[in-house]
């Protein structure tokens, strides 16, 4: 058995099938920190400026962050056991469906998602997500992706709480051909052909891949396909320059400067649907009449891309004094977000302000073995205890559909 094999071996006895998680951090040199990720207002550069903010913090993490420059394991989640640490792909890749399941270790060998919350003072640039096929042609996966605004998280919408989202029903395809040509000319003015929806805390939104957004300054999270690729179609943002790299980064070489095939890569009719808010809006939707019991479980990301479950995500809230024993039918990452207790015998405290480089008692991952038995949640504070967790591809056959919360 390997030293990696017999850490996590040794950290699941001991945490009952669960694993103690530590902060995971990530910069984006193209955006600006909306600082509300609970960093000390000292470290959202704390690897450098030329890095860029920190404005992102993964969770259950196996995915590494695509950005230039950065480590080898940037992006990895780390479990921390006995005073050492181990990256969970690791874990995984020596203990395989111990953790994950034999579905999803036997389809995919690796977990094949994770989540984020991302948290910028303005929007993103508009863009889109490769699919499969389009991301295999550069050795990558393609990223389908969710949305959801925690209200712990958003006391404050910063800049600009809205996402421009699809295109308007009747743009044409060279009317963003001709946005593209136009990208050294200043504004291309492709947010001329989109619409922005107002962003609402406590709700979320599921997007495929290949449909273009422009997320806005809401702290989001966002369970999503394992993969950090995209294409940046617009040319400025807030009156800052985006390169052109980063809109042909994840596309073929030979196509960089061949704005037609850009603009096909677009899943037109995802884009131009007159129903889009109908199609992709998500929210919560209750787990049964649970209140009296002091908890509530609901559902926060649902529905399938292209026929498929690729993840889902649940907020689970438990009532001060309250001790309830939730079982899932998959293995799932947890980060809480308000809040303390304990998650099985392992304890939990939402943290006012965090070191970078240090320790947090906020995240775990949740075996599928120990999630399908029962883990036993207890609010010992006196406020909720509130959290977060998300599930792999094809875990919860039950999961609601689009639209289902009207119901």
């Not at 945490?15 to 600006?32: A, E, H, K, N």
């Not at 959290?387 to 919860?396: K, M, V």
């Given at each position: 058995m390997s030293n990696v094999a017999k850490l996590a071996a040794d950290a699941l006895t001991e945490?009952?099938?669960?694993?103690?998680?530590?902060?995971?951090?990530?910069?984006?040199?193209?955006?600006?920190p909306g600082r509300r990720?609970?960093?000390?207002?000292?470290?959202?550069?704390?690897?450098?400026?030329?890095?860029?903010?920190?404005?992102?913090?993964?969770?259950?993490?196996?995915?590494?962050?695509?950005?230039?420059?950065?480590?080898?394991?940037?992006?990895?989640?780390?479990?921390?056991?006995?005073?050492?640490?181990?990256?969970?792909?690791?874990?995984?890749?020596?203990?395989?469906?111990?953790?994950?399941?034999?579905?999803?270790?036997?389809?995919?060998?690796r977990w094949p998602v994770y989540s984020k919350f991302f948290d910028n003072m303005g929007p993103?640039?508009?863009?889109?997500?490769?699919?499969?096929?389009?991301?295999?042609?550069?050795?990558?996966?393609?990223?389908?992706?969710?949305?959801?605004?925690?209200?712990?998280?958003?006391a404050i919408g910063n800049n600009f709480p809205y996402t421009f989202m699809g295109l308007e029903p009747g743009t044409t395809k060279q009317d963003v051909i001709d946005c593209l040509d136009r990208w050294n000319d200043g504004d291309n003015g492709i947010l001329d052909l989109s619409k922005a929806y107002r962003l609402k805390p406590g709700t979320g939104w599921l997007i495929p891949p290949c449909v273009l957004h422009a997320p806005g300054s809401l702290v989001t999270y966002e369970p999503q396909w394992g993969s950090d690729v995209f294409g940046m179609y617009q040319s400025m943002v807030e009156g800052r320059a985006v390169p052109r790299s980063l809109l042909t980064k994840d596309f073929p070489e030979d196509k960089h400067d061949d704005n037609e095939y850009l603009?096909?890569?677009?899943?037109?009719?995802?884009?131009?649907d007159p129903n889009f808010k109908d199609n992709n809006y998500l929210e919560p939707i209750a787990i049964g009449d649970t209140a009296a019991d002091g908890y509530v479980d609901r559902w926060i990301v649902y529905g399938k891309v292209k026929g498929e479950q690729l993840f889902t995500a649940?907020?689970?809230?438990?009532?001060?004094?309250?001790?309830?024993?939730?079982?899932?039918?998959?293995?799932?990452?947890?980060?809480?977000?308000?809040?303390?207790?304990?998650?099985?015998?392992?304890?939990?405290?939402?943290?006012?302000?965090i070191?970078?480089?240090?320790?947090?008692?906020?995240?775990?991952?949740?075996?599928?073995k120990t999630a399908q038995a029962g883990v036993t949640i207890e609010n010992t504070g006196s406020e909720p205890l509130v959290?977060?967790?998300?599930?792999?591809?094809?875990?919860?056959p039950s999961a609601p559909n689009i639209g289902d919360y009207r119901k």
């Open positions: 945490g009952g099938g669960i694993f103690r998680l530590s902060p995971t951090w990530v910069p984006r040199s193209f955006l600006q990720l609970k960093l000390h207002p000292n470290d959202y550069y704390a690897l450098g400026t030329h890095r860029g903010g920190i404005d992102e913090r993964w969770f259950g993490s196996t995915t590494v962050a695509a950005n230039e420059g950065a480590p080898d394991d940037e992006g990895l989640s780390y479990c921390v056991f006995g005073g050492e640490k181990f990256t969970l792909r690791d874990a995984i890749s020596e203990l395989g469906a111990e953790i994950i399941g034999d579905t999803i270790w036997g389809k995919y060998n993103i640039p508009h863009h889109m997500h490769q699919n499969a096929e389009q991301a295999a042609k550069v050795g990558q996966e393609g990223k389908p992706e969710s949305y959801y605004f925690p209200p712990q998280m958003n603009v096909e890569a677009l899943d037109w009719e995802a884009n131009v649940k907020e689970l809230t438990v009532d001060p004094g309250a001790k309830v024993t939730i079982k899932d039918t998959g293995a799932y990452s947890w980060i809480t977000v308000q809040g303390e207790g304990s998650i099985g015998n392992l304890r939990l405290q939402t943290p006012a302000m070191r970078f480089g240090e320790m947090t008692e906020d995240e775990v991952f949740v075996t599928e959290s977060l967790r998300y599930f792999g591809p094809d875990a919860c």
